[in-house]
């Protein structure tokens, strides 16, 4: 009997495991994660005529080095070469997760740049023009890394809907998220910001043609420049985020924005007042804005991007602030390069691209004078700039051959520096004596297959 039993036990388990299973589809399953796996192999091979400030193996470009005389030879009057495949790229998105109207999402990427070295050896800048990190076994580094919360279909007036989408970790800053057309790793900068940083940030479209975005930010590789050189110390210790707003309006064909970045930092937490440390006040806070505008129309695109204010070291552009003086208490007071910095992109074709770049900068001084003779260490410049640039232009054309996943592209391009007398600045820490123009010619080339 108690045989009989178990064996009616274990068949009416069984059925109710059945059913059980058999009523699962009709349950609403909660949705899962789905990853897509993307990225790329890219190799450059670059020509400069002229010793130039660049970072990554030399592949992203800023501008050519002033005349720099010695023994009757300009030492920044050198060409060079190079090829390298580093700025190979893997990523991750994860997408697919929601609750509700409520999605979740994910992205993380990274490249190989970090790992480089100078070269040791005592007679590196005997022998040869400089000493630059393009030797050394390629390490990965983190690109971006963060999470992102949508919200989706909430209504508006008219029959519209809006969406709300929250992002939190590192991405690009938002005034650097607009690329022009451009293969070359610098995409525009220095006359465009160029940033990745650890970010809040919030953006909504309301309704199909406006939106708005809202950013705190943090800075982490690209950082301000200041009494120990570029450094995150400023923004630790001044204890304030930086902050961005945009407004926008977008139609199929047309977007146009603008915004406005703040930044307030402390550049130093202790002076020296009568050979005493003494705790200090300074704090030096910058206004930057924006206006970017694209258009598209069948084969043909054009972008454009202006920038313009105070500061901006930070995003990689041509400008800075200076120390104009000091106060009883042993704080200083500081003022803001202006800066004005612009760039125009047009593109044609499918499988084959024809891509012209213009880019001009302008550095319009201190917005305010300093009190006495400025020098050179009182200029807290970007340090991939020098603090006498006056003006700077690029010309930059591209053919661009798509085939398939492989994409083949080669580059002229040429910038033109407008150095003056660094050892006479003017009291608005403007260069604009013994001016004179430098420039160089590159021709890059580049393998990129996509996967």
């Known amino acids: 009997m108690n045989r009989f039993y ?10 109710c495991a059945v059913n059980s299973a058999a009523a699962e589809p009709e349950q609403k399953a909660e949705p899962k994660n789905h990853f897509k796996i993307y990225g790329f192999v890219r190799n450059y091979f ?23 005389m010695k023994d009757g030879i300009d030492i920044n009057d050198e060409s060079s070469f190079r090829f390298v495949a580093l700025t190979s790229r893997l990523g991750v998105d994860v997408t697919g997760y929601s609750i509700g109207n409520v999605h979740f999402g994910a992205k993380i990427e990274g490249d190989f740049y970090a790992g480089l070295s100078n070269s040791t050896n005592a007679n590196a800048t005997v ?24 919200w989706k279909d909430l209504p508006m007036g008219e029959d519209q809907k809006a969406s709300v989408a929250l992002k939190m970790g590192q991405g690009w800053h938002p005034m650097a998220a607009d690329f022009p057309h451009l293969f070359s790793l610098e995409v525009g900068a220095p006359f465009g910001p ?50 961005y707003a945009a407004l926008g309006y977008k139609t199929k064909n047309f977007l146009v924005k603008a ?14 007042l009568n050979d005493k440390v003494v705790k200090v006040s300074d704090r030096k806070t910058s206004v930057l804005g924006y206006a ?20 901006g070291e930070h995003l990689n552009l041509m400008s800075g602030y200076a120390k ?25 074709g499918n499988k084959w691209q024809g891509v012209l770049f ?77 001016l004179h123009w430098v420039g160089n010619h590159r021709v890059n080339m580049m393998v990129k297959y996509n996967f």
Do not use: H
Request: charged share 15%; proline share 3%; aromatic share 14%.
């Open 6 to 15: 178990i064996m009616l036990s274990a068949a009416l388990l069984s059925l």
């Open 324 to 348: 104009i003086g000091e106060n009883a208490d042993g704080s200083w007071n500081y003022a803001s390069l202006r800066n004005s910095s612009s760039w125009l992109s047009l593109i044609y």
């Open 358 to 434: 213009l880019g001009y900068m302008k550095n319009l001084g201190l917005a305010e004078a300093a009190s006495g003779p400025l020098a050179k260490s009182d200029v807290y410049f970007c340090t991939n700039g020098f603090a006498n640039i006056n003006q700077m232009y690029r010309i930059n054309p591209q053919l661009i051959y798509n085939i398939g996943k492989l994409n083949v592209g080669l580059e002229y391009q040429w910038t033109s520096v407008q150095y003056g007398d660094i050892s006479k600045l003017n009291a608005y820490a403007l260069a604009d004596q013994n």
């Open 259 to 272: 915004g406005v970045d703040v930044l307030s930092i402390k550049p130093r937490v202790f002076g020296t």
């Open 46 to 68: 670059i020509y400069d005529s002229r010793e130039s400030v660049s970072g990554t193996a030399d592949l992203f470009y800023y501008l050519p080095k002033d005349v720099s």
């Open 194 to 243: 160029f940033s990745r940083t650890p970010l809040v940030q919030m953006d909504a479209n309301l309704g199909n043609n406006w939106f708005v975005s809202a950013a705190a930010l943090w800075q982490m590789q690209y950082q301000s420049n200041g009494p120990i050189g570029g450094s995150a110390m400023y923004m630790k210790y001044g204890k304030t985020p930086e902050a």
């Open 292 to 311: 970017y505008a694209q258009y598209s129309y069948k084969k043909f695109a054009v972008k454009a991007k202006t920038t313009w204010g105070e500061s």
């Open 127 to 150: 022998y040869f023009p400089s000493s630059t990190k393009i030797s050394g076994t390629a390490q990965a580094r983190l690109r971006q890394a963060y999470a992102t919360v949508t």
